[in-house]
């Protein structure tokens, strides 16, 4: 089981073993849970060469554990929804989809908010069930509201008959934190696609260090790199995470560098999520949990960018 | 801070620099960097204990360069690294304007890096009692312990490399674990990466690193790497003398002397 866990000053997703090492006092965590699906460092295959030939022992072959996932917000549940399109677009993944289907999204509204959430921007909210098997709504009387959303959701509900107790309509509104809209998706879709050449770019990202942190701590970024590991005959075949965000991301072996500038590398970001991933499968690339804006060590905040559009 | 602002307009009115490197507000409580351009932006520079970031990180990047010359503002912290940069030759004094901030918040001029070298010979980089219990702890503890200790500590990096992006000091524009003719440090982020990102970083900034925080700062996953860079201080105290940036002594480890005391590697 996955599940928001305090360690230090931060409450992070991580593996539990005792319910009680489950946090609960969390607006989002710091990290995501997309590593459940999209580890860090994945293994795609190992090989042995000898003389004659190569072993090839593809991790796509494997069997993945089950795992739930415990305490994600509806921004992080929401997230799975472009994140598997990604990752199933040209080409079926086949390591992503046995992790994907091995994992029981057990999500919770969420309660309270502060200024660095914009779900209710990005067509999601506090009590979205989207991406969910469960959403979970703490209701005044301190039992929760349970919303069966997949039929994986229904096989545990049945499983547990005695903890769920069918009711007429609770009111889940009055129970979500409200989260006031910053900006119209659909509008800002519309204009970016006449902004390539604005100066808003340059603005917006001159405090930008160009780490990676944004692209880490989101939900639904996924540029990953592959990095052979090698000893002697043998290695390995890792699939990394990576970030749009680095200088040398888009560097050309011929040493030309199409985006040489931290501007051109905020617009990608800003233009990926917002206008190339709405238009190619209709979802955005962003569900407003605010992670980039909290963890920036410089505090570009994407609000900044996009309310300003 | 209107003294600050009164400078940095002045300075900008009389075209004596373009660009005004500074603190504005931010996010919730927090703040950030501005680049003003402007004497009415002026009014959004201001100077609090919030000020943490290490501004000098953004002298050497292209995309500030390109503005023209920056006045930077700068307490003790980014002092500490305008001289180290100096030091390494990064910058000279005609590039820039030094909008320097004493402990008890008053603007101070420096002409020349050696004022600032005199200025911060009376306030020394100096390691908090809490930092110097920790890394003893970890100092006693037997080399496997050790070991194990780092691997589980290192273990919430995914590397972002967000320490490298803010430290004032990383400014190579191809670091080495961009190379991959060989592959020197391992990109993955796993337990071997980590270890080697995070010792390698420390070594290169060993007789550099003038002990901003601002790699443990920028850090989203709030890892102690400053324990790393501490220690690094620490050690090149006491094996080549005090520790600080200097324009009349070599870098530490970046120069040989046939005298030079080789315990470390012994």
Not at chain 2, 185 to 202: D, K, Q, T, Y
């Amino acid at each position: 089981m996955y599940a928001p866990k305090v360690k230090g000053k931060l409450t992070l997703f991580d593996e539990v073993n005792a319910f009680g090492e489950i946090a609960e006092d969390y607006i989002v965590t710091s990290n995501s849970a997309k590593e459940i699906v999209f580890p860090r460092a994945e293994k795609l295959f190992s090989y042995h060469k000898s003389k004659e030939k190569a072993e090839i022992t593809d991790a796509a072959n494997n069997t993945f554990p089950d795992v739930i996932l415990w305490g994600t917000r509806p921004c992080d549940a929401a997230a799975f929804i472009p994140l598997t399109d990604i990752f199933n677009s040209d080409l079926k993944d086949i390591i992503f989809n046995k992790r994907k289907d091995k994992v029981l999204v057990l999500s919770f509204s969420c309660s309270r908010s502060d200024d660095y959430c914009f779900c209710t921007s990005v067509n999601s909210g506090p009590g979205n069930i989207a991406g969910s098997d469960v959403l979970f709504t703490k209701l005044t009387t301190g039992d929760f509201l349970a919303e069966v959303i997949t039929e994986k959701g229904k096989s545990l509900v049945d499983e547990n008959k005695d903890l769920f107790e069918v009711k007429s309509e609770e009111s889940k509104e009055s129970n979500l934190a409200v989260v006031a809209s910053r900006f119209n998706q659909e509008e800002i879709q519309a204009k970016l696609k006449d902004l390539f050449e604005n100066p808003v770019w340059d603005d917006k990202s001159r405090a930008c260090l160009g780490c990676g942190s944004c692209s880490y701590v989101c939900p639904v970024c996924s540029c990953f790199d592959i990095q052979d590991e090698a000893h002697g005959n043998k290695g390995i075949r890792l699939r990394c995470w990576d970030s749009c965000g680095y200088g040398l991301f888009t560097l050309h072996t011929s040493g030309h560098n199409p985006r040489n500038t931290q501007g051109g590398r905020w617009r990608q970001r800003i233009l990926h999520k917002f206008l190339y991933m709405p238009n190619k499968s209709k979802v955005a690339g962003c569900v407003g949990c605010g992670r980039c804006s909290r963890s920036c060590p410089a505090d570009i905040n994407i609000l900044d960018t996009l309310t300003s559009l | 801070m209107n003294e600050l602002i009164k400078s940095a307009a002045a300075l900008l009115e009389s075209n004596a620099v373009q660009v005004v490197i500074g603190y504005g507000k931010g996010s919730a409580s927090r703040t950030r960097a501005i680049f003003v351009t402007n004497v009415t932006d002026c009014e959004k520079l201001i100077f609090d204990s919030r000020c943490v970031q290490n501004l000098a990180v953004y002298l050497t990047k292209q995309e500030i360069k390109k503005l023209g010359k920056p006045a930077i503002v700068a307490p003790i912290p980014v002092l500490r690294s305008i001289l180290q940069l100096a030091v390494e030759n990064q910058i000279t004094e005609n590039d820039l304007v030094i909008l320097g901030i004493t402990p008890e918040s008053e603007l101070i001029n420096f002409e020349t890096f050696a004022s600032i070298e005199t200025f911060l010979a009376t306030h020394r980089i100096a390691i908090d009692e809490k930092y110097q219990e920790i890394i003893s702890k970890i100092k006693n503890m037997p080399v496997a312990e050790r070991f194990a200790y780092w691997v589980k500590e290192l273990e919430p990096c995914f590397k972002c490399y967000a320490c490298r992006a803010a430290c004032p000091l990383c400014y190579c524009t191809r670091c080495t674990v961009e190379d991959n003719q060989p592959q020197w440090i391992s990109v993955a982020a796993h337990p071997l990466g980590n270890l080697e990102w995070h010792i390698m970083r420390a070594m290169h900034l060993a007789g550099r690193c003038t002990d901003c925080e601002a790699c443990y700062n920028a850090c989203p996953m709030a890892i102690p790497i400053n324990l790393l860079t501490k220690s690094m201080l620490q050690d090149v105290a006491e094996n080549f003398g005090s520790y600080g940036p200097s324009l009349d002594k070599e870098n530490t480890l970046s120069s040989f002397k046939p005298d030079d005391k080789e315990s470390f590697i012994r």
